[in-house]
């Protein structure tokens, strides 16, 4: 979904450069070509945000806000499978009559499929996909929809392609080398569980983060200062748990209230780590967020902005970008100083032992 309206699917990037002074320019270079030029091969090119169907790419299509907002589309035909074997079992029946015939040999059957493909893709309409983008230059941003990782390295390789620049993602491990400049593999596993040896302590870094956060929020209240202000923040179900070794891998918790339950003591007790889990953002009671977050790429699933005040379209986006701007730069100051803890070996050790306390004092209900 782009990034102008209702909840949105996105992972931050860095820029590592800026863009180009030609970007606008390249970018309408590598536009999407005609849906009549669409066959079975996936076809892939730049459109405009506003919808799939615009290949018009200037100064006008491809800002808005001040912020530069396009659209990977990738567009394919298909015959569906249950009209193609229907179509090619009506073709076999056809030539076992011509050809007085009960059986029909492997090589007649595969020419009878390739002729009805062929025959009936170019009726077939074609299938449209968009990764939508937004960037804040100001900060080196890159905001991109891409839910999957395929999706990433396509936009992120197309990308570079067409203006020279690479997005970094900016998942855990990269945003702590990016960033921070931190080794993510110095960065040692919390062992939250009171009744199992520290040496067992996993899981990666985003799992122990996004662990390290529902701690912190239920131990320090949740709220933290920040040079944008006040900000509360909380981790909420669905939760969803993952550890390593035999066992129960995954677990998740949905009904009642899942941080509360028994069954949420159970996983960290037996040493899991939150994998997925929405996490709650407020500031001065007016404006919120919320989001599912996955731990191991940061991706934020269905990120609800707080209302904007702005009518006209580009002051409501430039507000809604501004509004992701805050929410980024939040979470990723919680994660600089989550690195800074694990970092430091004395704070480590007391976080560690304030965390086995934790747990093992939860009232589960």
Known sequence: MPFDQGTITCRACLLPQPLPADAVARFAAKAAGPLESVKDEIQVGWVSARHLLE???DEETAYLGGSLH????QAQRKVPAALLKAECRMAELAWMLENQSSVINRKERKRIKEETSQRLLPQMPPQLTGIYFAVDAAASRLYVSASSEGQL??????????????????????????LYHVNPESVPPLNFSPELPDANA?????????????FLQEESGGVLKTKAGEMSFMIDGPLNFVAEGPGALESSIRKGIPTLSAEAKAALTVGKKLKRAKFILARDQAESWATTVDADSFLFRGLKLPDGEALEAHAAFQERMNHLHLFQQFFYALYERFLKEMKDSAKFGETQRRAKEWVRSREAK
């Open 70 to 73: 396009l659209c990977l589309r």
């Open 153 to 178: 390295e396509t936009f992120i390789g197309f990308f570079g392609d067409t203006v020279g620049v690479e997005p970094i993602p900016l998942g855990p491990e990269l945003a702590a080398r990016e």
């Open 202 to 214: 996993a899981g990666t870094p985003g799992q122990n983060f996004l662990t390290w956060v529902w």
């Open 55 to 57: 290949r018009r790419i």
